[in-house]
């Protein structure tokens, strides 16, 4: 251990001195401020401010706040606009793409912000060290699957026989090495940053607005990252993203972080464009609590509700509709509600699946009244789904019709797959004279919505299918852990699109993703993504995409869309401005106002 250079004398009172510090940060960081410009709610506490880590939607929407990448989202259309990134350009193959920085970009400590800032950031989540969710993204830059691979192999080898400090610097050395030289990132200098990938991706340029792309600042992350020596793993301590010590690079900085009370952020004064951001201060608030969080903003506390999700918000809509709430607003999401088939041949405790058969899976499709689900349970006036992609939501992007509602065909559907009423007692068997097994019907507990979603479903089996069918609900975790071990037979499920592309949706199909908890598995329908995968032409690929989609939602069926997701906001539209209402619902704090 390095000498202090303290006396020891003096070193006996060193730890007491520290300890006082704390104190006198702890205390300083805690203080009362006056209410911020513009107070929000989310509905729990942030999880992470590192945007390598993220995942959930209200981490996504604080980080937007912190940090900003090469473009942004344009709140009007959905499309990308200028952000850290003055210009870009893609080359003729469709692989090369290269940014122009712009020179008054700067980090919250007055700090240029350069190209080097975001390779460093993307290298960190290419890394398997990092375990970051979004890592597929950068899969698709020349090189980088290859580095994944060989990291995680190299990582494995050591694990067997650890050499110690000294061995995993050594690979931590030719892993920077390898990055550099493997990988298809440049900075020919701190200004232009150029990125090959290993083949053309049509929305490169969306993706990059996604906040797992925002770059970091190095100096700082570096400080709190070490080598494991036992692992050679590169560990890195979420200190750096705490209040009074991030330094970030969008139009807020981070001021103050008490976890679970409360968020909050003042006006970057070297962000680029801080000129244009019109309130000084933004906080945000955590309310687990829905009740809560209405009587919240009711009472003034907060000026915007994220999500509204109270079991009498379908009351609360009707008044709306009546003209008796002119703060509810019901938005159109970038989302799908649906419930999962699980598509294995066998099912956890061994025995058959039924629904291996895609015959089996149209027929309980068919028997859905989606509209009836709308109108009584959720009341929320969504759009009924019989596509897993919004329509409308991708500008270009042309929807398959899917299949509706219709009783006769599913039955007709269920008889072709085997599974008749053959001695007129009401229950279907198969031509061994096995009744079809009772379906379990998985849902998330504490939540009244997918519970009543559930219960319809089976009573609509029950009467077009003559099949008996049990709600089962389970705590989030063991919900989680269900859908991953595959234990389960039909189990709730929901996804929002992370960038404006059909395959944001689409590779929850394809065999082998993360993401495909229902184990669906097609060549067809993995042999058209990957032809789009290498289409330039925007209407042609579309259309193979298209194609794809009419696979799963007309032909196969590994899951049924119920409805596409509305998000319910609460604000005063006379007083807070700046909310983007497309249906990517893509908010940025610098943009918001509140009129004095």
Known sequence: MRSSGIMPRVRILAPFIFLASLILISVWLDRPLPRADIVYANTSENFTLDP????????????????EGLVNVEGEHGTPEAAVAASWRRGEDGRTWTYHLRDDAHWSNGAPVTSHDFIYAWRRAILPDLAADYTGFFLSIEGAKDFFEWRVKALAEFAKSPGGADAANKLWKETESRFATQVGLSAPDDHTLVVKLARPVAYWLDVCAFPAMFPVYPPLVESFTRINPRTAQLEQDPGWTKGGVLVSNGPYQLVQWRPKR??????????????????????????????????????????W????????????????????????HV???????FFSFNCRPKLADGRANPFANPAVRRAFTLAVDKATIVNN?????????????????????????????DPIKARAELADAGWKDRDNDGVVENESGEKFPTVEIMYSAGSPRYRDMAGALSAMWRETLHVQSAPRSKDPLGYKDALKQGDFMIARGGWYGDYGDPTTWLDLCRTGDGNNDRKYSSAEFDALLDKAANELDSARRFQILQDAERIITERDLPMIPICHYVTVYMYDPTRLTGLSRHPRLEQYMGRLQIKK
């Open 52 to 67: 390598q880590r993220l995942s959930y939607q209200h981490d996504v929407r604080t980080s937007r706040s912190l940090f």
């Open 377 to 405: 349970i959720t009341r929320m006036d969504e759009t009924v789904a019989t596509t897993f992609i919004p329509p409308d939501s991708i500008p270009g992007y042309q929807t398959p019709a899917g299949l509706a509602f």
């Open 262 to 303: 409360s968020m909050r952020f003042e006006k970057n004064p070297y962000y680029w464009n801080a000129a244009n951001v019109p309130s000084q201060t933004i906080e945000s608030i955590p309310i687990e609590d829905p009740n809560t969080a209405v009587l919240a903003f009711e009472n003034g506390d907060i000026d």
């Open 331 to 337: 938005l159109d999401a970038f989302g799908t509600d």
């Open 305 to 328: 509700l994220t999500d509204t999700i109270v079991e009498y918000r379908g009351d609360m809509f009707d008044e709306a509709k009546r003209g008796l709430r002119k703060n509810l």
